[in-house]
């Protein structure tokens, strides 16, 4: 693109000297890859960025940095590794960045949210709507609400957000470079809410933000927005659409593995999934975002389950809790004795991730310790030696 050419030729320059300029450089490519929805550029140059910040005292590089660590860990489901990299800024004695600061905290608080810790998440929220206050800040006041009104939404208190919509002007829609756009959050309450007229307001008020979004090339909050429209096609009776919108979203997110913002859309995206596993190239991605769903206590719809090798018996009984397709696969790595480590480089994924596995297959495999699981995993023939 135009901008990513820009951008090159500027650490060309003989700017690349000057710390602070190289810095900003490698931000601005951030930023870009972020709204490009390319995961692994973002986790590239974040982690130049941390480095140069941590080198040079460059407390402002350092916050966004982790603030995209943070977010990226968050959308691949790695809640530890985002908490850890969005607390530091948030507890920062340097808020160099009022705004990175605020959508540091937003982050946080889906985190949070994401953990089951929704009292947590609230405090987040609330802290940064004292700051607001505390130093005057309208426009970051006007966020920091919107914001409480989505955290509301997650977390079912649909009158609450109600009461916001009731004084929030969505006008005038601007280019957004960060994840979070209250607009959207005006859409997801008109579709949960369901009132009079309020499919056609989230229609309406999606299409317009597909078009910002497309126009202004944020591929990252065009597909969330492409996910709503698959719900409120779907909410309407119009499957078919429901379908093309959901397939362009997958389709989006799917090179870079993103999951949380389809299982923040609850059980009812988790059923519209199961409506695209019969499509073989997408098969493997809904796959692992519907094992989201199912680790979060979201059951996945029957259509779901006959397609995925879950039909293991011991002595004829199915398991309690089947078995997904990506806890086989580690089983299989587990046998020869592999640690988490190795694991996770042979599977393209981070050891904390491993790790959750493993306990999931400790629990519905009822052991404690990588040797028993294996050992039963022999015995009721879901391994073949």
Known sequence: SLASKTLYSALSKEGRQDTTYYGRVLLSFCFLNYMAADSGNVEQFANQCLKIGQEHNLHELDAHAR????????????????????????????????????????????????????RKAQEVVASIVRHAMDTNNISLLQIANAFQAELALRQNRIQEAGQWANTFNPEPFTVAYRFYVPQVTLAKLFLYRNGPNDLEKAENLLTRLNELFTACHNTHCLMEVLALQALTQDANGDTESAMGFLTLATEIARPSRYVRFLVDLGPKMAALLNRLVNQKSATKYIGQVLSVFQDEGIAAETAWKNNRPSQVTAGGQPLPIPLTKREIEILGLLAPGLVNKEIAARLCISPETVKKHTQHIYHKLNTSNRRQAVARAYEMGILKR
Do not use: C, D, W
């Not at 959308?75 to 850890?84: G, V």
């Open 67 to 118: 603030y995209f660590l943070g977010l990226n860990n968050y959308e691949h489901n790695e809640t530890t590794r985002a908490e850890s990299f969005l607390t530091s800024v948030v507890n920062s004695p340097y808020i160099v960045n009022t705004h990175n600061y605020a959508f540091s905290a937003f982050a946080l608080a889906l985190t949070y949210q994401a953990r089951k810790m929704p």
